[in-house]
């Protein structure tokens, strides 16, 4: 039965969000028996549809931001508002990050304007971690469970490619139940997965963590709350959690500990808004590195029109890999690397992304051959740049009476060249099976936000140490995509999952030892 | 679903201004005619034509793009900023004589429409377009999208890998 604690309670640990490090987390602690109130922003997503537009609606986080810089100014990146967070859209991807991209200064070094910095994570205990977080996820394609049946999109990127003499190709693991297992059905290849999933395949925040949560006598789930502050008490520690409530008043909840898990927009946003005079550049912040070296990966979306009908749109939507340009070879130009993932797209969607603000005669004879499409997203490794950050916007405030964020972000030339070449890669696969019309989208705004709150070795260098705990204030955690060290060129998700389970028991142990 | 919701829409909008809808399809001479109502029905024909020109499938007939419309002036009646913009960027478009665009040929339509397409105006109804008519089931089924399969179980029986040429 899930617990009400009260306001003044100081012995519970502040959760700010539920998405997949703020659930994780929570679960962690209150099955350990340690009390917990996750203050989630969004509602409760009532009834999951199988229709793109409508839940779209409803997963999205619509609060005003402002995108700067390559950004689009009104959207500058795409996050879900609602228990569970932006789970309940991602697509289930759940790749490990390579060793080789733990340690990126060794190609990004001499890359201009950067602040590239490697993890102060031993790899060892990564690897740990990450099959601690692939068991907790039921990710198919490790741990006995086999991988997911590739669809019509996987089977062109897999014919093409091997045409194209590509070889690492894969449907790839997936937090996506390809047997029934974790109270959770099999995946009927519905097609909806960036929607919610309507048989709850996939793995989300809101249906596994947050829900054994909820078992425990340890954890209290409060959905609509604004997180607008964090007080600290004479003792430099944080002391008191500020939010607006569903009917729109002003909440105080004392706390233990913090853990900000508000997605790395939200974080810093957060930190920065939490000055006092003893933090004047924001709580956390004396390193200056709040809110900076945002990472969002170098993506493109390419979309082609295939000789014959392709189907793209009928079953699991990210469930195709290509992983030959992880590793990266200077002879191409640029340090770093990609990887490849089908993605697939409903109608209207597909008509924004392909050729974005394209119309006329020509465009809708594309679109009339939506059958025929078949589609792929870059997604290369985005080295950390300290001018890419999150501020606050000097006047303008949103609802809650907080200072709206600002989201600026600059392609590196290293990643415009990287974009090039594996534009140029994508258009072999298809064409080798045909295929003459190839079009190359810009970057659709970022799902992947990361960077920053990074952890670092040297407290100069980022805002969290090895464990996520801010190196200046010694109660307060950051436990999500804001604490990559780096992008590395994987989607984050399961790499926010298994920080999240080390960083829990860190607090476990902290505790124990009357350390916190 | 979506279409029972879109008939909803269309049905809210013939309580709250028969007039008007009996008078569109009056089309292009209405384009020509002055009065409160006319300047709306000429803005509905003007736009209609627009989302055509923007997206033609003359194939899926009129229907389609019909219902694109009374989605979009749902939208204008309840947002006074946009009914502002698309009322300010109909007249530009007309260059200031009304019906002035509507009554070019097609290749006269479109090239007018190029020149103003990076337009607030242009753009906006090119997304409330998107939205519109490819959320449209006739249009759906026309270039071959088959929507939500939950209901039949899913794709997994259903040819999600069916692909046979390659």
Known sequence: MAKVFDNRDDGVVVVIGSGAGGATVSRELSSAGIKVVCLEAGGPVDRIETDAARMFGKLTWFDKRIGSGDLPADFPVWSGKNVGGTTLHWTGSTPRIPQAEFAPRRYFSALADCSVIDWPVPYAEMERAYERAERAMGVSGTHGWPKL????????????????GLQKIDVGNMAINSVLQGGRSACLQLGFCVSGCAVQA???????????????????????SFVVRIETGADGR?????????QGARQRQRARAVCVAANAIDTPRILLNSDSSRFPQGLANRSGHVGRNYMKHVFSIVTAILPKPVHFHRGTQNSGKVYDFVTGDP???FAGGFAFEQVAFDPASLVRLARPGAWGQEYASQIRRYDHFAALLVMGEDPAQPANRVTLHATEKDQYGMPVPVVHYVDHPNSRAMRTFAQARAREIYAALGSREVFFGPPPPATHNMGTCRMARRAEDGVCDAWGRTFDVPNLFVSDGSLLSSSGSSNPTLTIVALALRQADHIKESMRRAEL | MRRSWARRAFIDLMMKAPLLLSVAPAGLAACRTAGPGAIAAR??????RIVYLMFPHPEVGDEPYERAVVGIF??????PDLAALIGQGLEKLDGGQPGAWIALDEAGQVARLREIETSPFFRSVYQATIDHLYNDERVWSHIGYEGSSFEKGGYLGRGFDDIDWL
């Open chain 1, 149 to 164: 049946p590739g669809n019509n999109n996987f089977r062109v990127l897999q014919a093409g490619g091997r045409k194209a």
């Open chain 1, 202 to 224: 996939k793995w989300t925040a809101a249906n596994t963590p947050i829900a054994q949560a909820l078992e425990t006598e340890h954890f209290e789930l409060r959905p609509r």
């Open chain 1, 238 to 246: 944080a002391s008191e959690v500020v939010y607006v409530d569903a």
């Open chain 1, 331 to 333: 002879a191409r130009g």
């Open chain 2, 43 to 48: 803005q509905r024909a003007c736009v209609k």
């Open chain 2, 74 to 79: 749902d939208l204008v009646g309840r947002r």
